[in-house]
C-alpha cells in the first residue's frame, strides 16, 4: 500500500463515482477523501465504501476546492493524488505508479489519460496529460482571483506548480465521463466562461511563465479566430482523430467549436 491520499473533489457525481472507488480499491492508497458540495446521493455512495467527505462550501472566490484542502486540511501521507470521479485507476497505472514513488526521483508526475465519446474510446487525437500527483507540502494550484466567473468551484483549467524534478507516469488512467453530450456541452460552456475571464485578467508572459510550451502556445492563440481551426487540424489530421471515423470527427468539431467559443467571449468581454 502506498503512502498516498487519493483526493476526490466531487459535485454531484452519484453516476461516475462507485466506478471511480472500485478502480481505486482497498490496497492501493492510504487514505481517500472526498471534498464535496453534492445534492444528490454521492455522499450516501462515499459511505458505502467508507470513504472521508469533507464538507465544502464556495464562496465564489480563491481558493476551490483543491487549493482549499492544501491549505486547510493537514495529511500525514507523502504523497497526494488528485483524483476526478469519472477517472478511473488501470492496474497498469498502479503498478507503474508503486514503482515510481518507491524511487523517489521526483516530487511530481504528470499523469496520463484515455478519453472516451460517445460511448467508446478514443484512438487519436491530442493526449490527456496533466500534474496531479505530488508530495504533499511540494506545491499547489496556481492563484487565480475570481469573482465566480462560472459556477465551477473546483480548479479544472488552473495549472499545478510544484517546485522540484517532475517525472511522467505513462500508463493510463481511465477518463470516463458517462454524463452524456448534453453535459459535455454545458460543462464546455462554462469552461468557455471562466478560460475568457482569467484570460482578460491575469494573461501575461510574466503570470504565465510555469506553463510548459503547449500551454503557452494555446494561450497565444487565444486571440485568435484561427485557435478552432488549429486545434481541429491537430487533433483529427495531425494526431490521427480520423482514426475514430465519424466519432473523432465530432470530437474533433466538438472542441474546435469550445476554442472558437473561448476565442468569441474574450472579443465579446473585451468590448463591454
Known amino acids: 500500500m502506498l503512502d498516498l491520499t487519493i483526493v476526490i473533489p466531487t459535485k ?33 455512495i ?6 472521508e467527505v469533507i464538507d465544502f462550501a464556495w ?37 507503474e505508479a508503486c514503482l515510481s514513488l518507491e524511487k523517489g526521483d521526483y516530487v511530481g508526475y504528470y499523469l496520463n489519460y484515455t478519453r472516451y465519446f460517445l460511448g467508446k474510446k478514443l484512438k487519436g ?28 468551484d473546483m480548479e479544472v ?16 488512467i481511465d477518463h470516463r465521463d458517462f454524463q452524456g453530450v448534453a453535459h459535455y456541452v454545458i460543462k464546455h ?16 508572459d510574466e503570470n504565465n511563465k510555469h506553463l510548459t510550451w503547449a500551454q503557452k502556445l494555446k494561450y497565444r492563440l487565444m486571440k485568435s479566430i484561427l485557435i478552432g481551426p ?15 471515423g465519424s466519432r473523432g470527427l465530432a470530437f474533433a468539431i466538438l472542441k474546435m467549436s469550445y476554442f472558437t467559443q473561448v476565442h468569441c467571449k474574450i472579443r465579446e468581454k473585451s468590448r463591454s
Open 12 to 44: 454531484n457525481e452519484e453516476v461516475n463515482l462507485p466506478g471511480c472507488l472500485s478502480a481505486i480499491g482497498n490496497d492501493f492508497a492510504k487514505k481517500i477523501i472526498l471534498i464535496d458540495s453534492s445534492t444528490d446521493s454521492t455522499r450516501d
Open 46 to 51: 462515499a459511505k458505502e465504501f467508507n470513504v
Open 59 to 95: 464562496d465564489g472566490k480563491f481558493p476551490k476546492k483543491r487549493n482549499w484542502f492544501l491549505r486547510n486540511y493537514k495529511l500525514d501521507t507523502k504523497w497526494v493524488l488528485f483524483l476526478d470521479a469519472d477517472e478511473y485507476l488501470t492496474d497498469d497505472f498502479k503498478s
Open 125 to 152: 487525437g491530442y493526449p490527456l496529460r496533466k500534474l496531479a500527483l505530488f508530495q504533499y507540502g511540494a506545491g499547489e494550484y496556481e492563484r487565480v482571483d475570481e469573482e465566480r466567473w462560472s459556477g465551477l
Open 157 to 172: 483549467h488552473e495549472h499545478l506548480i510544484v517546485k522540484g524534478k517532475v517525472g511522467i507516469i505513462r500508463s493510463e
Open 189 to 204: 460552456n462554462e469552461y468557455a466562461t471562466w478560460e475568457a475571464e482569467r484570460f482578460l485578467k491575469t494573461y501575461t
Open 230 to 244: 488549429a486545434y481541429f487540424f491537430g487533433s483529427f489530421l495531425l494526431l490521427g482523430g480520423f482514426r475514430d
